[in-house]
């Protein structure tokens, strides 16, 4: 039955057995997280064989002919730039291979154009206004970038096939204080949804007002399928190559890294763009670094081989993740189901899962969630400014915990969505 059909005294029968209940799981004592998409032990086994993999009777020296163990090679070794250029299907000539962490590229290019502008244009410090377009709800550590150099963020909400690209083409093509917009293309965080053609398309024939936009392309999930078949999997059109196709190959920043493929504090990151991009990064990075990390680039290479080892590694990771996904989806749906009160994202691949409440109920949830020893991602996150207009989207995040943790941090969940929604509903009965 349908919580919002029920009477004022079905409603309080209901809460009345609902906080019974609640009172039950708090005595448990639990101490559960589900607060971050985090690879569990699992999966991180599933890389050991790297640590082993330049072994000291093995050469260090790469393709080039320089020592790993020396200076040098500043945009990153070939072999690294074949894997991961195979990755995020992009020229192995516009890719950079940079360290462990792709947020710390996607920094590095926001502070680079506050200090330095884009490709000869005005820097941004200098600028009365920065806008930043940013698709909700969306990534939190992309938000907090755009915060931190005090950039003024706006909403576009998400739709089942990508942003709202009317609202974007509005704001791109007649604003030239807009410089830039968050993407996380495939596998969307916190949604799971994945864009479609006509959405890659439209942002690939976008006409900005601003010489220095740029599209801000995280492809953070681009090989984390759930499923082995490909006709079970998300797929997307490569970006870079459609903005060449209409004209506007300088728009497009990608970015990607390997750290929810091996190691996350170890892994390899890269930005792929055009040659010009390129090339003005490079006059950053001669000042920045004389180089990354060649030994990790090396051993990523040597670990997986080429893309198709990559790939089988990746399936590994699926049958980890697959268990816990389909049991969030199944506790979902046999509690919430026909209610009512919820809906939530069922994707393909990637590290979340997409939940709204009803409006006005995603704090309490999360409130209630944490008295009864359940930590969830805070409500809000998945917004600029940590402000969720409606207080309904809450980010579920089910690769950490062991499968067992999970159902149990579910059905509290469940339970504190449940109790919310009736209060919820008792305030206007």
Request: net charge negative.
């Amino acid at each position: 039955m349908l919580y919002a059909d029920m009477s004022r005294e079905e409603l309080l029968k209901l809460k009345s057995e609902l906080e019974a209940q609640y009172g039950e799981m708090k005595a448990e004592g639990l101490n559960l997280d589900m607060s971050r998409g985090k690879p569990n032990i699992e999966q991180l086994d599933l890389s050991m064989g790297m640590i082993d993999v330049l072994a000291k009777d093995h050469s260090l020296t790469c393709e080039q002919g320089i020592d790993c163990r020396n200076y040098g090679v500043l945009d990153g070794i070939v072999e690294a730039k074949r894997l991961l250029s195979a990755m995020i299907e992009c020229p192995i000539d516009n890719i950079i291979i940079y360290g462990n962490s792709s947020l710390n590229v996607m920094y590095d290019t926001v502070a680079r154009s506050f200090t330095h502008g884009v490709m000869g244009s005005t820097p941004w410090s200098k600028l009365d206004k920065v806008k930043f377009l940013c698709p909700v709800p969306g990534y939190d550590r992309h938000f907090g970038i755009t915060e931190f150099f005090g950039c003024e963020m706006i909403n576009i909400p998400m739709n089942s096939d990508g942003p709202d690209m009317d609202m974007v083409e509005e704001y791109v093509n007649n604003d030239p204080a807009v410089k830039g917009i968050w993407c996380v293309p495939k596998y969307s965080n916190p949604s799971g949804i994945s864009y479609s053609d006509e959405t890659v398309r439209r942002f690939a024939h976008l006409k900005p007002a601003a010489e220095d936009f740029r599209i801000y392309w995280d492809n953070a999930y681009c090989i984390h399928h759930l499923y082995d078949e490909p006709e079970n999997q998300d797929h997307i059109l490569e970006i870079l190559s459609e903005c060449e196709k209409a004209g506007n190959p300088d728009i497009v920043y990608k970015f990607c890294s390997t750290s929810k493929v091996t190691f996350p504090g170890s892994g390899i990151a890269a930005i792929s763009a055009s040659k010009s991009n390129l090339d003005f990064i490079k006059k950053q990075m001669t000042i920045q670094t004389i180089g990354h990390d060649k030994l990790n680039q090396l051993r990523h290479a040597r670990f997986f081989g080429d893309f198709n080892g990559m790939v089988e590694h990746m399936k590994k990771h699926a049958a980890v993740l697959r268990p816990k996904f389909k049991a969030v989806e199944d506790i979902l749906e046999s509690g919430l189901g026909g209610l009512g009160i919820a809906k939530w994202t069922n994707p393909k691949g990637g590290y979340f899962i997409g939940f709204d409440t009803i409006d006005g109920c995603a704090k309490k949830v999360v409130s209630m969630c944490a008295d009864a020893g359940v930590k969830l991602t805070g409500a809000g996150a998945t917004y600029p400014y940590g402000k969720d207009p409606h207080d309904s989207n809450i980010r579920i995040a089910p690769t950490y915990p062991s499968t067992e943790e999970l159902k149990k941090a579910c059905k509290v969940f469940v339970i504190c969505v449940k109790l919310a929604s009736v209060e919820k509903f008792l305030e206007t009965k």
